[in-house]
């Protein structure tokens, strides 16, 4: 509790400071309106306009792009890869052997479960109409989305006037985003929780956590409601809190890496240490398995990333060769500051190191241009391995697969980055300065800066409070931890009733 109070109080002194960095705003320019990045998502097409009476007739619907609906069906498929199998490879053979399957589950399991949480209230909870920090009940079993008296789909907007995508697939694609959120805040308490504790878990922090980040984060009208500047205050107000604030994040630093990230530390501090934690060797049983899983990791951040920009064009593809570049720099940083301070490099450090470069650059990915990239990436391969020993030693706790030092503080790192080489002086695109006439621009690193870090300071403390008050509950109803004798003879046998291996 004592390390819970205190990661609390470093996140609102954080928040508190950050202010002194920043420049005052521009009394006439709307805080959306000059911040609203190719960073985020939208919900559902914006209506357009009313037309005048006079007006002949009115404009017809604009088409989706074949080549727009294929990439994005092709980038579903590469996250859900992410999850499974990527993920719970990464993670299964990190553990002792007498936990792979238990790990296996939990993975399979949660994502199969928010997918249908999605479809249910999820999705209409993060991506339509409500306030800044939730959305309504419009989209519950994604109704509307689809016609069947007219065969028509309803469509989502991108981020270019007049260019849509069903909205159906836009609402799969974030499914799966939300799915390996959760997936991920398993490796931290990894080998010593219940199944049920985590389903319950799963369930609460997703639908008052993920979904309201999201939402805030991500939720906006889509370019189209611009129509002209009478109308943009209106439409800005309608927006999530954060992109209200003009916060980038193109694909989930904040909602995905570091929401899951403190989530994790919560319950790794609450569930407790595993038993023999520091006396006993708890070696990765099967590196070979997570080599595997942080290669298929990285083909499926592809989508992930580029995938992100909704489009088949020049931001996917700026996404896509930074998260390229980032991961293989991230990789090489790792592995040189291992080699020169441990006397060896190792397959653990490089997977590691992948994996940090990915979550670093998720942010900045479509926001930074190729040198930011870069630097991203050697930053985060050395912070995330700062974050794995001693931030981890300092703090004391058992994240059994580093979910904290990796996701957490990559994705801080990269949040903040991405506010800083957004800067068209140091490569970055801008960001859009008017979505009436598209225009691009950029204000300051400073301004940028403390969007970023309040961005970060709130999804700390909004994950963090969720996420003790969801294992309170989950502790309250079946308790937290298996027992002692079941922890001791392993979870795939004792949970399960299975093993991974037969000897």
Known sequence: ???????????????????????????????????????????????????????????????????????????????????????????????????????????????????????????????????????????????????????????????????????????????????????????????????????????????????????????????????????????????GMMWQWGALDFAGGTVVHINAGIAGLVGAIMVGKRLGFGKEAMSPHSLTMTMIGAALLWVGWFGFNAGSALEAGTSATLAFMNTFLATAAAVMSWIIAEWFFKGKPSMLGAASGAVAGLVAITPAAGNVGLVGGLIIGLLAGLVCLWGVTGLKKLIGVDDALDVFGVHAVGGILGALLTGVFNDPSLGGPGFVTDWVTAKMGYSSIGEQLLIQAKAVGVTIVWSAVVAFIAYKIADMLVGLRVSEEDEREGLDVTSHGETAYHM
């Open 1 to 239: 509790m004592k390390r819970l109070l205190a990661l609390l109080t470093f996140a609102f002194a954080a928040m508190v400071i950050a202010p002194a960095f920043s420049p005052v705003y521009a009394d006439d320019k709307p805080a959306a309106e000059a911040k609203a990045a190719d960073a985020a998502k939208p919900a559902a097409a914006a209506a357009a306009a009313p037309a005048p009476a006079e007006a002949a007739a009115p404009a017809a619907a604009p088409v989706p792009n074949k080549g727009d609906v294929s990439w994005m069906l092709v980038s579903t498929l590469l996250v859900l890869m992410m999850s499974v199998p990527a993920l719970a490879l990464f993670y299964g053979g990190l553990v002792r052997s007498k936990n792979m399957l238990s790990v296996l589950m939990q993975v399979f399991v949660t994502f199969s479960m928010i997918t249908v949480l999605w479809f249910i209230y999820g999705y209409s909870l993060a991506f339509t109409e409500g306030n800044s920090f939730i959305g309504g009940f419009d989209r519950l079993f994604f109704n509307g989305m689809f016609d069947p008296v007219k065969g028509e789909f309803a469509m989502a907007a991108t981020f270019s006037k007049g260019v849509v995508i069903p909205e159906m697939l836009f609402a799969a694609f974030q499914a799966t985003f939300a799915a390996i959120t959760c997936c991920l805040i398993v490796g931290a308490f990894a080998e010593r929780m219940k199944f049920s504790a985590v389903l319950i878990f799963m369930v609460i922090w997703f639908t008052f956590s993920y979904a309201p980040i999201a939402h805030m984060v991500w939720f906006w009208m889509g370019p189209d409601a611009y129509t002209d500047a009478s109308v943009v205050d209106a439409v800005n107000a309608k927006a």
